[in-house]
């Protein structure tokens, strides 16, 4: 991944890299996950997720805005079906 990959194209890879049939890359989304440690099971616990938006690039995101002291941020690939029944 390099900063000029959207993030369409980094879940492609991903898809693929895992096996997965990447033209299938409709059907999920990248998504911007910010958190902290010490969940139910002493794991990492999201607070927050936010879909990125497919033409938006995500290690430019990653660059420009840090979460505050004690929060920490992830990009998680999630179904887009999952992410409207939650919606």
């Excluded at 616990?45 to 995101?61: A, F, I, K, N, S």
Aim: charged share 35%; proline share 6%; net charge neutral.
């Amino acid at each position: 991944a390099t900063p000029r990959c959207s993030a369409r194209q980094l879940v492609r890879e991903a898809l693929e890299r895992y096996g997965l049939d990447p033209d299938e890359f409709g059907q999920f989304a990248l998504c911007d996950v910010v958190g902290r440690p010490g969940g139910a099971a002493g794991g990492w616990q999201g607070e927050h997720l936010r879909e990125v938006g497919d033409w938006e690039r995500p290690l430019v995101l990653q660059e420009l805005w840090k979460p505050k002291a004690g929060w920490s941020r992830r990009f998680e690939i999630r179904r887009r079906q999952d992410l409207e029944r939650d919606g």
